[in-house]
Structure formats: C-alpha cells, structure tokens
C-alpha cells in the first residue's frame, strides 16, 4: 500500500482567516483543533509566483510559497509537510513558519534514513503546532494523518 501527503497544517481557525479569499484553497480537519490544507495542482497553481517548485527540498513546493506561509504564520504556527511511502518505505520532509520567520528548517528524512530521537519531520513539525501525543503513538497519529492514504482523500 501506498501512502502520500502533501500539506499545509495549521490551527483551523487560522487557516480559514488565511485562505478566505483563496478558492482553491480546501480545508479538512484535524484533531486538536488542527486543519490539513492538501496541496491540489489548483492550490499550487494558485499560490506558485512563477518561480521554480522544488524549493526548500520539497517534492512538491510552489515557487515563492515560503512567502505565503510565512504571512499566514503571523496568525499563527504553520507547517508545511510532505510524506510519501510505498510498502513502508519512503521519506518525509517538513517545516515550520511562525510569526513571519522559519522556526523549524526544512527537516528530511530519507529512504532507508532511520529517525532521529526527537521523532520523524511531520512528527516534529506537529509538536511545534501543539499536538500532544498519547502512550503508544506519535504526534502523527495523535493528529489523525493516518485516516487517508492519499493527500486528495482529505477533501474528496
């Protein structure tokens, strides 16, 4: 089976102030007051500056996108994560804006990479957004982003 996500994740209520004038923008809730934005080819389109995608070491990044979310941060924390596996193998990436600068560098993982103690990218990324994981589970799970395998699920 296969799993990949490529998202935008915020507090709810920042995310809807923040995207409210972007139509291409689709919002799908989360645990602990959480929202998970997917990064469609209209998200991207609408949000890319004409720049080159791939920034940041990102798979899937619009040209110019650290400049929006770093706007959006000023509401709040804002992370953008990206997670792709296929028969438990894969690789994760994720940051972190806040109040207009970049709190947590692009993190990576790769394929085969063990991780680190502090927990895997989108792991750490949630930490920084407030998730709080139970005994036996990481802050991935505690948010739920093991409900759909495919990031257009969340809004389909």
């Known amino acids: 089976m296969s799993y990949d996500l490529r998202a935008v994740i915020g507090a709810e209520q920042m995310l809807r102030v923040a995207t409210r004038d972007l139509s291409a923008a689709r919002l799908a809730s989360l645990g ?19 720049g ?11 040209g110019g996108f ?4 770093a706007g959006w941060s000023a509401g ?3 992370a953008y994560v990206e997670a792709e596996y296929f028969g438990g193998i894969g690789e994760q990436r994720a940051a972190v804006w806040d109040a207009g600068t970049i ?5 990576h ?4 990479e063990p991780f ?3 927990g895997s990218p989108v792991s750490q990324a949630l930490r920084r957004l407030g998730v709080v994981a139970g005994a036996g589970e990481d802050e991935f ?3 739920g982003l093991d409900r759909h395998r495919h990031s257009e699920a969340w809004v389909s």
Do not use: C, Y
């Open 76 to 78: 709040g924390p804002v």
């Open 32 to 50: 602990q007051g959480l929202s998970l934005m997917p990064m469609t080819d209209a998200l991207f389109e609408a949000v890319a500056d004409g």
């Open 66 to 69: 650290e400049k929006v979310l």
């Open 116 to 118: 680190p103690a502090a």
């Open 141 to 143: 799970s505690a948010a």
């Open 109 to 112: 993982v790769g394929e085969g």
């Open 52 to 62: 080159g995608d791939g920034a940041w070491g990102f798979q899937e990044f619009p």
């Open 103 to 107: 709190v947590l560098a692009p993190l």
